[in-house]
């Protein structure tokens, strides 16, 4: 029963926020609207880890699988990408480098103020 809680937080959660960008028109995916939600939510101890803790662990080491829909429809659409791979294969790098480079500024961040 615990683990149908914590599907249930996290698919309310979900639905919220595709509520939420239906109802505004807004162009930010629900799903990003949604973890959002889940990120305030756990800053304010509104959500607490362990509240969603075994399903969010099972989603985690199942991550892989999440993967395959979206490899299979890059397959089906190779003639696509191949003839756009280099415009692809910028945008691929740049926003791997933009990523890291965000993501290592804001822990060197973190990391000063919690010192």
Request: negative net charge.
């Given at each position: 029963m615990k683990v149908l809680r914590q599907?249930?937080?996290i698919l309310g959660i979900l639905l919220a926020g595709e509520a939420i960008r239906s109802v505004t028109?807004?162009?930010?995916?629900?799903?990003?609207?949604?973890m959002v939600i889940l990120f305030l939510g756990l800053m304010t101890k509104?959500?607490?880890?362990?509240?969603?803790?075994?399903?969010?662990?099972?989603?985690?080491?199942?991550?892989?699988?999440?993967?395959?829909?979206?490899g299979v429809g890059l397959i089906s659409?190779?003639?696509?990408?191949?003839?756009?791979?280099l415009p692809i294969l910028m945008i691929v790098v740049i926003s791997t480098v933009l990523?890291?480079?965000?993501?290592?500024?804001t822990v060197q961040l973190l990391k000063r103020r919690r010192i």
């Open positions: 599907l249930a937080i028109k807004i162009s930010i995916p629900g799903t990003v609207i949604g509104v959500i607490k880890p362990d509240d969603i803790g075994m399903v969010t662990k099972f989603l985690l080491d199942h991550l892989a699988f999440m993967f395959v829909p979206a659409s190779l003639d696509v990408v191949g003839a756009a791979w990523v890291v480079g965000v993501t290592g500024w």
